[in-house]
């Protein structure tokens, strides 16, 4: 009996370790936005004057490069929202992931109501 419990709870420990780094190991790699929705309306990156590449490097670190301004985050999810963190502290950028696969990333940013549509340009980082 007692191995099946031990068996059980070393069962349930690795499959919430994997479950809870999914996403995570999923993001790494660069992501570039090709459109944008907003109320409805949908819009290609090419047709603005806007840039957003989102650099996940690692399960902890990302970088954005919006307009050729480059930030580098701390990031953790969070009932399925990525959160930005600068020095442990929040920042403004929270993504809620609407969907992601292997090449496909939709994430809605709230503050500005928008919905972001990128395609995966890297599966790796690039080293600075």
């Known amino acids: 009996m007692k191995k099946i419990v031990t068996f059980l709870m ?8 994997l479950a809870g ?24 990156a090419s047709d603005t ?7 996940f490097v690692d399960t902890q670190t990302v970088k954005q490069i919006a ?4 930030e580098t985050y701390e990031y953790r999810i969070s009932d399925n929202t990525i959160i930005f963190t600068n020095n442990g502290l929040e920042t403004k950028y929270k993504y809620v992931i609407k969907e992601i696969t292997g090449e496909k990333l939709t994430l809605y940013y709230e503050k500005k109501g928008r ?4 395609k995966k340009t890297s599966d790796t980082a690039v080293k600075a």
């Open 10 to 17: 070393l069962s349930t420990f690795c499959i919430c370790l």
């Open 21 to 44: 780094c999914g996403t995570a190991s999923k993001l790494i790699g660069q992501w570039t936005c090709f459109a944008a929705e907003r109320n409805g309306e949908r819009y290609n």
């Open 49 to 55: 004057s806007e840039s957003l590449l989102l650099e």
């Open 67 to 70: 307009n050729d301004k480059i």
């Open 115 to 118: 919905l972001l549509y990128f």
